[in-house]
């Protein structure tokens, strides 16, 4: 079968928006709902090992027909020549994903369209173009390239995402060949940064300098690069793949919400190794990872992450593409079958029992001014949201190597570090830093705050977020100037109902959609409250509450915010050191409306 067969077939490209609910529509699940296994039926869920290879569906056939790794050769050799006319429609709308490329909206289509146009009608000519980044490890070389091809090719648009990436937008398919040829002159890439495939591994920004780690993770996640990114075998999973890898103890990888996490601690008996965390995800079906308690030493890190990626792959459930992720098996299989399977199926050896990692001290986010083990100095920086630019990212680079570093990371928290400088620069970096807009000390509205990439260029959003996010912060930042926050409040704002932006494990998750004021409709958001991860301010994850009812505009979010956050300072116990999340999970409807 040639690959433009299939656009006529069964096979045919779907859009992959298979969870993405009607926006007329509000979703009345609990918030706290986990993922549950599909309910018995006598149709087969598409597991490989148990149901056979037979697709089941369109985008497990044009799958099978071509996984997506090989569209390179021919981005590169037909479509980059031919233009966007050129590209067959099944590897537009599925197997570039694979190179982290997708189609971006095209202005002027609103929210309450978007569930009822098809791909064709909501898309542009032009891509989205994600930079993988692994670990979040980048040169000022490489940042400088980042920037160079933002500013050629990308109308200077440049965002730090909630994955370590950085995203690119306005790019053509004719400039790809080009953007590959300097990215990889510089150890950069995009290979399956989408799709169906084992995503970034996410890693500690910290790793390898901070005084406080248990162990450096970059040799385990350079191994799982290394051995399997690009791998055909690994090339077809039943939908994304997410990991995490952190040797520092403040757990800053977002471990409990990846398929598969790998978390430091010193084991009484083994010394420093992992602890091995599967399941996690979000999406309109929120699950929190599980622990399989057991104790994986670094050099087994790689062949159990290969592992949990293989019974995903065998085992993991193919027929419903909004039934697919990891976290669905494990909650029909538990922990204990879990583990039995990969020790049995694909390791061929037991793994030792393992302890839990303590809670952790510091915050994940490295926000700040912090000593290295070396002596000299990290420092964590925010921009607003997470959005920068390619004028500002090159101007960056100039700035680092101008105090003697040729280092930074990228984090999950759309946040940058700044790597290696030396005490006495510190504070003329910080100002240099200030002048980019990019802060170490800012506000802890301003440090909290996260958002989407939105309608802006998102086809699957119902409403802006960046603009309103970054809007509510500078106003939060003045209405709030006189009030102390005993801790950052996390204000995620997210553009659907799909969390890029993580909404069930904020402070305040703003989830997009058209939401009833006074009678209109508008785009606005559903409020989501006392969501979080574990963390200085927190013993255990857990998931934000809804209230009925309780919607905001897309520009009402500074006015509620700065009304709820008020309340808690005023009904706080600060006694017992109450924590927003701890207080809005406590407080009465009425009081967080």
Known sequence: MSISDTDTRAGAPQPDRGSTPNPRHADTRPEGARARPPRPSTKPNGQWKIDGTAPLNGNEEWKQVDNGLAVRERIENIYSKGGFASIDPTDLHGRFRVWGLYTQRKPGIDGGRTATLEPHELEDAFFMLRVRIDGGQLTT?????VAGISQEFGRD?????????????????ESMPEI???????????????????????????????????????????????????????ANLPRKFKSAVTGHPSQDVVHEINDVAFVAVDHPELGIGYD?????????????????????????????????????????????????????????????????????????YALPDGPAAPKPLAHGDHVGVHRQKDGRFYVGVTPIVGRVSGPTLAKLADLIEAHGSTRLRTTPHQKLVILDIPEDRVESLIAGLDELGLSARPSLIRRGTIACTGIEFCKLAIVETKAYAT????????????FELPHPISLHVNGCPNSCARIQTADIGLKGQLVTI????????????????????????GLGRTVRGLKVAADGIADYVDRVVKRFLADRDAAADETFAQWAHRADEEVLQ
């Open 141 to 145: 070389e490489q940042l400088r390239v």
């Open 157 to 173: 648009t440049a965002d730090l995402t909630d994955r370590q990436n950085i995203q690119l937008h306005w790019i053509e398919v």
């Open 180 to 234: 590959w040829r300097r990215l990889e002159a510089v150890g950069l890439g995009t290979t399956e940064a989408c799709g169906d495939v084992p995503r970034v591994v996410l890693g500690s920004p910290v790793a390898g300098i901070a005084a406080d780690e248990l162990i450096d993770p970059t040799p385990q996640i350079d191994e799982i690069t290394s051995r399997f990114i690009g791998d055909e075998s690994l």
């Open 276 to 348: 091995l965390w599967v399941g996690g995800g979000l999406s309109t079906t929120p699950r929190l990872a599980e622990r399989l308690g057991v104790f994986v030493s670094p050099e087994r890190v790689a062949d159990a992450w290969h592992g949990v990626a293989q019974i995903f792959r065998d085992y993991g459930y193919r027929r419903l593409r909004n039934k697919a992720r990891l976290k669905f098996l494990l909650a029909e299989w538990g922990t204990e079958k879990f583990r039995q399977v990969l020790q049995d199926e694909y390791l061929g």
């Open 471 to 482: 809007a509510a912060v500078l106003d939060l930042e003045k209405r709030l100037e006189q």
């Open 518 to 541: 006074d009678g209109e409709q508008v785009p606005g958001y559903q409020v989501h409250l006392g969501g979080g991860l574990v963390g200085a301010d927190r013993d255990e994850a």
